[in-house]
């Protein structure tokens, strides 16, 4: 069945490091990819989305392309921000079910 | 506009009682899910309605739970003699359709004790 995997956090870095939380995925068929993030104490919102392959889904400086031929969908930042502490989950689907299957969420810390 | 909202934000109740959690989608959403969330894990997939129908329950985790959606709107999510175990956040999301590429939207989340 469908599945993601994304790195194990918690992931510290110093305020304007550069930023990558890998997520891989195993899929049938062309799902489309999500990046959500749970600010401390609040819902989860969407980052940035992609649906279909080699498309880059971008916000608020954070990008993540869907890489097909690596069955990858990673994060990235130029230059985190305090603000940026969170946690981050990599989703992918909505699957038959039209439920999105989720990875187990990275916990991102930045230290000023 | 408005996003989902989710009510209580919080409840504490002791096992064994009955309890009711609410979820009205954003205007003109016809699809709903449910999720939950429990500490130190990831969001678990619980149910989904199309318009007022939930074609598919196998999500649920036991028969205590069960949940309903009244005139394509509001959703209740309602877990009968409620277990220690059953202590999680609960989300409720919702989306224009049910396709793939639509965006779902979340709500705050009911966190749920059980004592």
């Known amino acids: 069945g469908n599945s993601v995997t994304q790195m194990e956090g918690p992931v510290t870095l110093s305020e304007e490091a550069f930023l990558t939380i890998n997520c891989t995925y195993t899929?049938?068929?062309?799902?489309?990819l999500f990046w959500y993030v749970q600010y401390p104490g609040e819902g989860l919102q969407l980052l940035l989305k992609?649906?279909?392959a080699d498309d880059k889904g971008s916000n608020k400086g954070f990008e993540a392309t869907y890489r097909k031929e690596t069955t990858s969908f990673h994060l990235e930042k130029g230059s985190v921000q305090v603000s940026d502490s969170a946690v981050y989950f990599c989703?992918?689907?909505?699957?038959?079910?039209?439920?999105?299957?989720w990875g187990a969420g990275t916990k991102l810390i930045i230290k000023p | 506009g408005a996003g989902v909202s989710q009510s209580p934000s919080n409840k504490v109740t002791e096992k064994g009682k009955d309890v009711e959690l609410r979820c009205d989608p954003i205007?003109?959403?016809?699809?709903l899910y449910w999720y939950r969330q429990s500490l130190g894990q990831g969001l678990e997939f619980l149910i989904y309605?199309?318009?007022?129908?939930?074609?598919?329950k196998s999500g649920l985790p036991s028969d205590r739970f069960s949940a309903e959606r009244t005139g394509g709107s509001v959703s209740t999510l309602t877990i009968q003699r409620t277990q220690q175990e059953d202590s999680a956040v609960y989300l409720c999301?919702?989306?224009?359709?049910?396709?793939?590429?639509?965006?779902?939207?979340f709500g705050p989340g009911t966190r749920l004790t059980v004592l």
């Open positions: 999301a919702s989306s224009f359709q049910l396709v793939a590429t639509d965006t779902q939207y």
């Open positions: 205007s003109g959403h016809t699809a």
């Open positions: 309605f199309q318009g007022n129908s939930a074609p598919d």
């Open positions: 899929a049938t068929g062309y799902p489309s």
């Open positions: 992609a649906t279909k």
């Open positions: 989703a992918l689907g909505p699957d038959s079910n039209y439920q999105l299957i």
